[in-house]
Each structure stands twice: as structure tokens, then as C-alpha cells.
């Protein structure tokens, strides 16, 4: 199975920073790599597909990059909005597989 | 855009099989391109994948982390598709998504989730 390595597990930011979140995967998975946010009580919601593909209607302060084994989720000036708990996903191999989450705080 | 709800018991007792349904509104479960998928989370963690299965019922995909206890199935009048997850443990249990996506790549959209709790 491919390994998805989240960090951090858990961020604390104010309104209005950047946050930046890593994903490693346990081999190369080119760009075959998604982002989802998750809040409290709700299923995750597609934000990035193809590692860089914003989804329709999601906020531009979004935005994801990386390829092969190294990819990078950022939110450009934090929102309130914006707490949650964040995956990454690949889709190179079956099965398919998420990293452990990062839980951003205010 | 589909909509997608999850059913079924909410409780199970150990070593009996776990059984829900996605039911399918918006579009038909026969589209073409699209997988059916489940996903859980155990409690306050992470996501595992458990499997897919194509409109078609042919083409289904079981995580072999679940040792061979899952099996799913599809009603396309119904407009719905189905997990078993046999021989059940309290490690079981957790949050249960359905989800689809054009493709294996990505789940979109996604149920509500339901919990299920295996416990005597």
C-alpha cells in the first residue's frame, strides 16, 4: 500500500496567516494526489484534485502544489471558516489511501 | 449532482455482519464512468477506504485490509448499492460514508455518514 504521511497532526493559527500543510507519500504517485476538508460532524468535501486542481465554487485562498512523493495544501490568510481537519488522498495504486489528517485551530 | 444517504442499523452485535445501503438521488446509479464507493472513519481517526464497486456489478475492488470480510452489491432499479461487512469486532466500529466519483480517482460527492457501533 502506498503510505500518506500528514504534517503537522494539528495546527494552531490566527485570522489571516498562511498555513501550510506537507503530505509524503511512500513512493511516487506523480500528481495523482487529493485534498479534502473535513469540519466537525460532516463528511469531507473535495477541495484540490490532481494535486493542483481547485474544485468549482472552493475559495482561491486554497491552493495545492507537488508532485512524485512531496505535495504542499496552503491557505493563503486563514479564515474563520477555515477550521477543520484536512487529508490528503492518493489515487496512483490501490488501494486507495489517506494521510492521517491535520486538525487547523484557531 | 448525486445526492447520497446512508441506512441501515446503527447497532451490531460481534461477530454478526454489518449491512448498510447507500441509496442514490439526483442522477442514475448506471452512469456511466462512475464508482460506487464505502469509506469509514474510526472514531477520532483517519479515513480508510473500503472498496468500490462499478454500476455494472462486475467490477468490484476490496480493501485487503479487511481480510476478505466485505462484500458489496448493487440495485440499479432501486438506484442503490450495498455493504456486508461480516464477522464483526468492536474494531469495527466507526463512521460509514458512501461516496462516488467519476472514476477510482476522488470521492464527490459524499453521504451524510452513519455511525455504527459494534457492541454486545
Known amino acids: 500500500d502506498v503510505q500518506m504521511t500528514q504534517s503537522p497532526s494539528s495546527l494552531s493559527a490566527s485570522p489571516g496567516d498562511r498555513v501550510t500543510i506537507t503530505c509524503q507519500a511512500s513512493?511516487?504517485?506523480?500528481?495523482?494526489l487529493n485534498w479534502y476538508q473535513q469540519k466537525p460532524g460532516k463528511a469531507p468535501k473535495l477541495l484540490i484534485n490532481d494535486a493542483s486542481n481547485l474544485e468549482t465554487g472552493v475559495p482561491l485562498r486554497f491552493s495545492g502544489s507537488g508532485s512524485g512523493t512531496v505535495f504542499t495544501f496552503t491557505i493563503n490568510s486563514l479564515q474563520p471558516e477555515d477550521i477543520a481537519t484536512y487529508f490528503c488522498q492518493q489515487y496512483d495504486d490501490l488501494p486507495l489511501t489517506f494521510g492521517g489528517g491535520t486538525k487547523v485551530e484557531i | 449532482q448525486f445526492q447520497l444517504q446512508e441506512s441501515g442499523p446503527r447497532l451490531v452485535k460481534p461477530s454478526q455482519t454489518l449491512s448498510l445501503t447507500c441509496t442514490v438521488s439526483?442522477?442514475?446509479?448506471?452512469?456511466?464512468?462512475?464508482?460506487w464507493n464505502w469509506i469509514r472513519q474510526l472514531p477520532g481517526k483517519g479515513l480508510e477506504w473500503i472498496g468500490y464497486?462499478?454500476?455494472?456489478?462486475?467490477?468490484?475492488y476490496y480493501n485487503p485490509s479487511l481480510s476478505g470480510r466485505v462484500s458489496m452489491s448493487i440495485d440499479t432499479s432501486e438506484n442503490q448499492f450495498s455493504l456486508d461487512l461480516h464477522s464483526v469486532s468492536a474494531a469495527d466500529t466507526a463512521v460509514y460514508y458512501c461516496?462516488?466519483?467519476?472514476?477510482?480517482?476522488?470521492?464527490?460527492?459524499w453521504g451524510q455518514g452513519v455511525l455504527v457501533t459494534v457492541s454486545p
Open positions: 513512493q511516487d504517485i506523480s500528481n495523482y
Open positions: 464497486i462499478h454500476f455494472t456489478g462486475s467490477a468490484t
Open positions: 461516496a462516488t466519483g467519476l472514476g477510482f480517482n476522488w470521492f464527490d460527492p
Open positions: 439526483g442522477g442514475s446509479i448506471n452512469t456511466g464512468g462512475y464508482y
